[in-house]
């Protein structure tokens, strides 16, 4: 083994052990990953994003780059359901997904964000009814909303993970190349005509390569995860997010997936899922976390 090789696998050991640190392990919150079914569809190699459907039992999924505008219903064995391709509309890197309520009405929000290559400033968010089994397979570009978003200043926006808080619909963007990944958020889905936004700095993070985020149904819990760990906060009573994601998370026992890039709480918040790409011809699974019961308290 050669001394740069070493150097190498050092810094991921002292990187890895500084996150046993800075979390609090526990498995008080959270029992550990039940694989519901196999993803085995060839349309589905790359799952990058999933959110939980109205629909009992049934999740929404994309793949990431290479496919087209494309959203897929799954059911809790990952087997799919039904494709829904978005009209009119060319994708770069799609990352993520989540569900904004506005006036009484169920949306989902497509995130365009990812962006390898360095080049992108403003990325886009497509905003649509969310539709049910029984609607079109094409969802109308008249029915389709696009929305602006870029980091402050000149950075590059660069992040692989959004999400949306129940109570005030506020947008969080998690980066993903900065060496600390770092929550940002904006006011988008306020009624405003405003279509750019620039997105303001919450929080930073002490670590890095952030790959997907959820906040539960309540508003009150977020999880975060990297390729090798799940993080999750309880925020407290009036508690902005900015001020509770500055105390120490608890880390989820998680059995690393191939490439973990989705995670959603369910609609009843008594647990969150997990998928991962394929990558190589690995296998990937739908995994739940159950919450256990006596953490709703702690």
Known sequence: MNIARTKVLLMIVLFLSGLRIYAQNNKDYFKTQIPLGELTDVQLKEVSGIVAAQGEGCFWVHNDSGDGANIYLIDRQANLLKKFRLEGVDVVDCEDMDRVKINGKNYL??????????????ASLYVFPEPSANDSLVI????????????????RLDAESIMVDPRDNMLYIVSKRE???????????????QQYFTLTKVAELPFTFATASAIDPTGREMLIKNITHIFYWKRKPGESWGGALQRKPIEVPYTVEPQGEAITFDNKGTGFYTISERPFGLKSYLYYFEKVSKSADK
Do not use: C, E, M
């Open 109 to 122: 929000v497509l995130a365009d964000i990812g962006n390898n290559l360095g080049k992108r400033t403003w």
């Open 140 to 155: 109308s570009k008249k029915d389709i909303k696009t929305i602006f978003v870029k980091f402050p200043g000149q950075k």
């Open 179 to 193: 060496f600390h990944s770092t929550v940002y958020a904006a006011a988008v889905f306020k009624g405003v005509q």
